[in-house]
T-cell receptor, first 114, second 111 residues
Framework: GAGVSQSPSNKVTEKGKDVELRCDPISGHTALYWYRQRLGQGLEFLIYFQGNSAPDKSGLPSDRFSAERTGESVSTLTIQRTQQEDSAVYLC????????????FGSGTQLSVL | GQQLNQSPQSMFIQEGEDVSMNCTSSSIFNTWLWYKQEPGEGPVLLIALYKAGELTSNGRLTAQFGITRKDSFLNISASIPSDVGIYFCAGFIQGAQKLVFGQGTRLTINP
């Protein structure tokens, strides 16, 4: 597709369950980012991939959060043993090497933990 | 870590009015950007600023990169209903390849 695609668009889960969120970046974009946006808040950086490597994981809130990227394409953000405070919109963005500051965002996954 | 202070947090204006919002930081950024987010969507880039003092326009939008490199403002002239949304400033950290976002300004327009 032409833009960044995220799935699912909405996810409702029970506290304690694991969830996987998927991001398909724009084809050819080497950089991929995950951000979290709590209701009414700004965007909180989680992790950055350059190719399949993650030079910066500093934003991951706890060891329950992990992410991987394969084939310099698809990325998966996994949250284990979800807690209610994990409820938020998880946004994925991609950019080219040379235009690293110009992020193209997906529409996000709205995660609700009951 | 770096934090961006964006103000105002929200604005309620009449259609046709001009809008001004700003962003300040305790840190210097190489690049300032302004994004707009509409309900159910991810943010979309509006304007990117690369040099201290730079003034850039995109249609009815004008943004400036402060000369201290620690602040930026965004103006919207003659607002229209489709300007409704949340506007985010963002600072780019060159070495870390990371965008730091402000908390957003929510713009509401009364027709």
């Amino acid at each position: 597709g032409a833009g960044v695609s995220q799935s699912p668009s909405n996810k409702v889960t029970e506290k304690g369950k694991d969830v996987e969120l998927r991001c398909d970046p724009i084809s050819g974009h080497t950089a991929l980012y995950w951000y979290r946006q709590r209701l009414g808040q700004g965007l909180e950086f989680l992790i950055y991939f350059q190719g399949n490597s993650a030079p910066d994981k500093s934003g991951l809130p706890s060891d329950r959060f992990s992410a991987e990227r394969t084939g310099e394409s698809v990325s998966t953000l996994t949250i284990q043993r979800t807690q209610q405070e994990d409820s938020a919109v998880y946004l994925c963005a991609s950019s080219t090497d040379s235009g690293g500051e110009k992020l193209f965002f997906g529409s996000g996954t709205q995660l609700s933990v009951l | 870590g770096q934090q961006l202070n964006q103000s105002p947090q929200s604005m309620f204006i009449q259609e046709g009015e001009d809008v001004s919002m700003n962003c300040t930081s305790s840190s210097i950024f190489n690049t300032w950007l302004w994004y707009k987010q509409e309900p159910g969507e991810g943010p979309v880039l509006l304007i990117a600023l690369y040099k201290a003092g730079e003034l850039t326009s995109n249609g009815r939008l004008t943004a400036q990169f402060g000369i201290t490199r620690k602040d930026s403002f965004l103006n919207i002239s003659a607002s229209i209903p489709s300007d409704v949304g949340i506007y985010f400033c963002a600072g780019f950290i060159q070495g870390a390849q990371k965008l730091v976002f402000g908390q957003g300004t929510r713009l509401t327009i009364n027709p």
